[in-house]
């Protein structure tokens, strides 16, 4: 087992790999900036060391500092979390190259599924279904012209690097494609330091379904049920829930079993999700898969009673996934709202600025993770997120009415929030049948906004 782990994060994420390690008797170190100097993650931990100024890039993103602060504090591990390094294969290279443990997937493998157009063709010899699309970089605007006449509108425009909603544009007329294709290599050198871009035919308002994977170093891989992500702004998701309600018996059978064919036939060996997109017809295709921890893992082991983080570290270590499918159940549902420093009737805006006071709802089923506690300071230079909210409950219709009860509970004061965003979002009847798909939050935005809302 490993016995001293870095936690190269910050935030919610940092203080819930510190919790898992305390559980597994693993000491922690978390670096940190100067902006995170008073951070829970800095007092919860076994150790803290600064490692730089607030700019990520002087920071979180520093490989080489985190790494030689690993070395320089007797770390046998680093764990990524999610987020600025945990899907960079050249970090987690570094790491093992210094002879200690990374936390999550062979960098091959980071690699090859981080390459969105390899891991498409990887997906298709797997026999997973794929969007139509191309199956190499484009290489100029004319052969991305090109390649939307043959796919045919709307297109979709992605960054061949890219994850997180970033370096995409949709496009739904020729006129409008050369300027998507010039945007969306420009975002995407930026956020990935890699301009090429493909295509892919665009799924219009689809589902968003995700599936848990867990694999080990012996090939012994299974899922965790599937998750529901449609509801979300901007390619961000807002509430994430799990199971996903829309799927049929059939429909579910098949899509976990292609989930865990597809990861045992890279030989996944880590926690990670594979991403699809599912049609107004039923059909899935395959999207993308995050070979990291997510933000919603927790709505996975609401209804499974599995801890991700442990099993993460776990499989690090060496250890054998002793889970069977067979033992892995699915009890009741739960849903995960985020909650965000952000101005809903400006775009969505951050806040960033102190908390001055701070309540969070509590009671059977409720779970939050968060690492803001009164006064703290939500900066200017990360993710605005203030908390998640976890919920769980016997059926769906019941999670839905303990997260309203919870949301009310829920006090933030010194920055705006998305809380009543939320909060209302759970009151409109598409949402509660389940029929919303990930085109539905801009509409209802707008539809509150109309009825005086957020103006």
């Known amino acids: 087992m490993i016995r001293r782990l870095l936690i190269a994060n910050r935030g919610e ?35 803290a060391v600064c490692i730089g100024p607030a700019p990520a890039k002087d920071s979180y993103l520093n490989m080489g500092l985190i790494v030689q602060t690993a070395c320089s504090t007797g770390c046998d591990a680093v764990h990524p979390g999610y987020g600025f390094l945990s899907e960079n294969a050249k970090f987690a290279r570094l790491v093992q190259e210094c002879d200690m443990t990374f936390v999550g997937p062979n960098p091959k493998l980071i ?9 498409r063709k990887l997906m ?15 290489k100029s605007v004319e052969n991305a012209k090109n390649m939307a006449e043959s796919i045919g509108y709307p297109v979709i425009i992605k960054a061949r690097l890219g994850g997180g909603g970033r370096g995409m544009r949709i496009v ?35 589902k968003h379904i995700e599936v848990q994977i867990l694999g080990d170093h012996y090939g012994h891989v299974v899922h ?20 996903c309600t829309a799927l049929t018996r059939d429909n579910r059978e098949k899509l976990l079993s292609q989930a865990v064919n597809a990861a045992r036939s890279i030989g996944y060996d880590s926690a990670g999700t594979m991403e699809f997109l599912m049609d107004k017809q039923g059909n ?40 069977k499918q067979e ?21 969505f805006a951050p806040s960033p600025g102190p908390v001055t006071f701070m309540h969070v709802p509590g009671g059977h089923g409720v779970r939050v993770d968060t690492a803001v506690y009164n006064g ?59 029929s919303h798909d990930i085109g539905y939050a801009p509409i209802l935005l707008k539809r509150l906004k109309e009825n005086g809302q957020f103006i």
Not at 230 to 243: G, L, V
Not at 327 to 347: F, K
Not at 393 to 408: F, P, Q, V, W, Y
């Open 124 to 138: 298709k010899e797997a026999g997973v279904p794929v969007v139509e699309g191309c199956e190499d970089a484009l």
């Open 13 to 47: 994420i940092a203080v819930r790999i510190i919790r898992a390690c305390k559980e597994l008797g693993i000491e922690t170190v978390v670096v940190y900036s100067t902006a995170d100097k008073e951070s829970l993650a800095v007092q919860l931990a076994d150790q």
């Open 172 to 206: 739904y007329k020729a006129e409008d494609l050369e300027n998507a294709y010039t945007e969306a290599r420009q975002e995407a050198k930026v956020c990935f330091e890699n301009d090429e871009v493909y295509m892919e035919r665009y799924v219009e308002n689809p």
């Open 284 to 323: 899935f295709y395959f999207m993308e898969m995050n070979t990291r921890i997510q933000v919603e893992h927790p709505v996975t082991e609401a209804i499974t009673g599995v801890d991700l983080i442990k099993w993460q570290i776990k499989i690090a270590s060496g250890q054998h996934l002793t889970l």
């Open 111 to 119: 690699q090859m599924m981080g390459d969105k157009t390899q891991a």
């Open 376 to 434: 703290s300071i939500i900066s200017p230079y990360y993710d605005s997120m203030i908390m998640k909210l976890i919920v769980s409950a016997g059926n769906r219709l019941e999670c839905i009415k303990k997260m309203r009860a919870s949301l009310e509970e829920t006090i933030v004061s010194g920055v705006k929030t998305n809380i009543e965003f939320n909060y209302l979002t759970l009151y409109q009847k598409e949402f509660i049948e389940g």
């Open 327 to 347: 033992d892995i159940q699915c009890h009741g549902h739960a849903m995960e709202c985020r909650i965000n420093a952000e101005d809903v009737a400006h775009d």
């Open 224 to 243: 965790l049920f599937e998750r529901d992500c449609s509801f979300q702004r901007k390619n961000q998701k807002i509430i994430e829930e799990a199971p």
